[in-house]
């Protein structure tokens, strides 16, 4: 049976109160649904880590803080940044979490730079005139090989629920 999560629940309830004071525009360029999110992970993790039983109290004063610090000054914005990107750190060091297609992201860039790379040299041993076409065609294969294998590794991560 899955955990409760009492304390994640009560802390969103509070994120969804001050959502009204919040405008439209900062709630998503600061990803304050990430928030609730971490708020989630950190209530299932912490039975077990003690880390993230320490960053609780954090989390309580983030919420509690939250319209200061997304529409105060720069300064409390950049406090509020540090403070969330420190629990997301431990998250994915510590944990394995990762953000949404973020191995497609990871192995498609991999795969344009090693194909391009490997059918350009192979393109210039065969005949160096088709090198245009030979990295071109290096570039589509790992695109695509790079988007397929990554999209597994990211379907395996959200089977396991860990998605930040």
Same mark, same amino acid.
């Given at each position: 049976m899955e955990k409760l999560k009492v304390w994640s629940k009560k802390l969103n309830d509070k994120i969804?109160? $001050? $959502?009204? #004071?919040? +405008? %439209?525009?900062d709630y998503a360029f600061f990803k304050i649904d990430r928030l609730e999110r971490i708020n989630e992970r950190i209530d299932v993790f912490s039975d077990n880590c003690k880390t993230c039983e320490n960053f609780k109290p954090e989390l309580e004063h983030?919420? #509690? $803080?939250? =319209?200061? +610090?997304?529409?105060?000054? =720069?300064?409390?914005?950049?406090? +509020?940044? %540090?403070?969330? #990107?420190k629990v997301v750190k431990h998250l994915k060091k510590e944990h394995g979490l990762v953000s949404e297609q973020y191995y497609s992201s990871l192995y498609s860039f991999i795969g344009i730079i090693s194909g391009t790379a490997l059918f350009a040299a192979i393109s210039v041993l065969i005949q160096p005139g088709f090198l245009k076409w030979g990295a071109l065609a290096g570039f589509t294969v790992g695109l695509i090989?790079? %988007?397929?294998?990554?999209?597994k590794k990211d379907k395996e991560k959200k089977i396991n629920d860990l998605i930040l």
């Amino acid at each position: 049976m899955e955990k409760l999560k009492v304390w994640s629940k009560k802390l969103n309830d509070k994120i969804e109160q $001050k $959502k009204e #004071d919040i +405008y %439209k525009r900062d709630y998503a360029f600061f990803k304050i649904d990430r928030l609730e999110r971490i708020n989630e992970r950190i209530d299932v993790f912490s039975d077990n880590c003690k880390t993230c039983e320490n960053f609780k109290p954090e989390l309580e004063h983030i919420v #509690d $803080k939250l =319209p200061e +610090y997304i529409n105060g000054s =720069p300064r409390m914005r950049a406090e +509020y940044e %540090k403070r969330s #990107d420190k629990v997301v750190k431990h998250l994915k060091k510590e944990h394995g979490l990762v953000s949404e297609q973020y191995y497609s992201s990871l192995y498609s860039f991999i795969g344009i730079i090693s194909g391009t790379a490997l059918f350009a040299a192979i393109s210039v041993l065969i005949q160096p005139g088709f090198l245009k076409w030979g990295a071109l065609a290096g570039f589509t294969v790992g695109l695509i090989a790079g %988007k397929i294998f990554g999209h597994k590794k990211d379907k395996e991560k959200k089977i396991n629920d860990l998605i930040l």
